[in-house]
């Protein structure tokens, strides 16, 4: 059976010819040709997420999970996967994803999807206009702004996309509310 390969491609690229290897960033090129900067703090706790959500929606406890896997391991590390603060090695995702009955690339596509795709309750956000901006309820949001784009690579996308939980937790950062910050955040992509 032949796997479709998925629009988006996620590779690794140098920050410029001849830098180091330390120096390389995580990039997913769509088929329109347009980079997006992989958060990859995001995409973990999305992984994690997801991982959760199959476990509930078979009705098991982390316990019982574990009693599934082909090695044991500890139910803190199992929360920690599911909370997205500890990277899954890829034979450990596949060991639980079999576990669970799901095929690893269809768990690894939702979570790209959620990622990097454009989804109802995401928002594309260019930092640079944030950073430009100058509303005074948004000052919080431009000092992250600034500072997300002083850490990234200088040939970095400055478009990232902001889900629900982030844009709740940057409007109460701003002392708005989440439907008043996301009309902001709008006015400003267009």
């Given at each position: 059976?032949?796997?479709q390969m998925?629009?988006y491609?996620?590779?690794?690229?140098?920050?410029?010819?001849?830098?180091?290897?330390?120096?390389?960033?995580?990039?997913?090129?769509?088929?329109?040709?347009?980079?997006?900067?992989?958060?990859?703090?995001?995409?973990?706790?999305?992984l994690?997420?997801?991982?959760?959500?199959?476990?509930?929606?078979?009705?098991?406890?982390?316990k019982?999970l574990?009693?599934?896997?082909?090695?044991?391991?500890?139910?803190?590390?199992?929360?920690?996967?599911?909370?997205?603060?500890?990277?899954?090695?890829?034979?450990?995702?596949?060991?639980?994803c079999?576990?669970?009955?799901e095929?690893?690339?269809?768990?690894?596509?939702?979570?790209?999807?959620?990622?990097?795709?454009?989804?109802?309750?995401?928002?594309?956000?260019?930092?640079?206009k944030?950073?430009?901006?100058?509303?005074?309820?948004?000052?919080?949001?431009?000092?992250?702004?600034?500072?997300?784009?002083?850490?990234?690579?200088?040939?970095?996308?400055?478009?990232i996309?902001?889900d629900?939980?982030?844009?709740?937790?940057?409007a109460?950062?701003?002392?708005?509310?989440?439907?008043?910050?996301?009309?902001?955040?709008?006015?400003?992509?267009?």
């Amino acid at each position: 059976m032949r796997v479709q390969m998925p629009t988006y491609i996620h590779m690794k690229t140098r920050i410029g010819p001849g830098e180091p290897a330390s120096k390389l960033r995580d990039v997913a090129w769509s088929g329109r040709g347009r980079g997006v900067l992989i958060d990859a703090e995001t995409y973990q706790r999305i992984l994690g997420d997801e991982l959760r959500k199959l476990r509930r929606q078979r009705g098991w406890t982390r316990k019982e999970l574990n009693q599934h896997l082909q090695s044991e391991i500890s139910l803190q590390t199992l929360a920690t996967y599911e909370l997205g603060t500890r990277q899954c090695s890829v034979v450990r995702l596949v060991e639980l994803c079999v576990a669970m009955d799901e095929l690893p690339q269809d768990l690894l596509a939702k979570v790209h999807r959620r990622v990097v795709v454009d989804e109802p309750g995401r928002v594309r956000v260019d930092l640079t206009k944030v950073i430009a901006d100058a509303q005074p309820e948004l000052l919080p949001l431009r000092r992250w702004a600034e500072d997300r784009l002083n850490r990234a690579a200088p040939v970095a996308s400055t478009e990232i996309q902001l889900d629900l939980s982030a844009l709740e937790r940057m409007a109460e950062l701003c002392g708005i509310p989440t439907v008043d910050l996301v009309g902001r955040l709008r006015k400003l992509a267009s």
